[in-house]
């Protein structure tokens, strides 16, 4: 399976506005896979946040992020893009992309194949 590697994590105020990239080692893996972004902040366990499908067409977010992080896809579909915006110091925490078998995106993390290393966010106060 190919590799998955998030970036453009760092640190940021309060009300600033991130993007997170993933991209595939093989360049094509979001073509075939639902791909999703998760969060896992220490001593808390990995929550979803976002999947968009193997089209591109459906995205679909965890309430708790809606209207503030949006999930997209490059046209070559060679990055997963999670734009967060109105940041908050609860959502630092380490920010991860994983992949999973077409079809409705699931929340689980078990239901993901593939993981990146994660990118962490930091967001002061």
């Known amino acids: 399976q190919a590799q998955l590697v998030e970036s453009g994590g760092g640190s940021v105020q309060a009300g600033d506005s991130l993007r997170l990239s993933c991209s595939a080692s093989?360049?094509?893996?979001?073509?075939?896979?639902?791909t999703g972004w998760f969060r896992q902040a220490p001593g808390k366990e990995r929550e979803f946040l976002a999947a968009?499908?193997?089209?591109?067409?459906?995205?679909y977010n965890d309430d708790s992020v809606k209207g503030r992080f949006t999930v997209s896809k490059d046209k070559f579909q060679s990055r997963v893009y999670l734009q967060m915006s109105n940041l908050k110091s609860e959502d630092t925490a380490v920010y991860y992309c994983?992949?999973?078998?077409?079809?409705?995106?699931?929340?689980?993390?078990?239901?993901?194949?593939?993981w990146g290393p994660g990118t962490q966010v930091t967001v002061s106060s």
């Open positions: 994983a992949c999973a078998q077409p079809g409705t995106p699931s929340r689980l993390t078990s239901s993901y194949e593939s």
């Open positions: 968009i499908s193997r089209s591109g067409h459906s995205t």
């Open positions: 093989d360049g094509r893996t979001f073509m075939w896979y639902t």
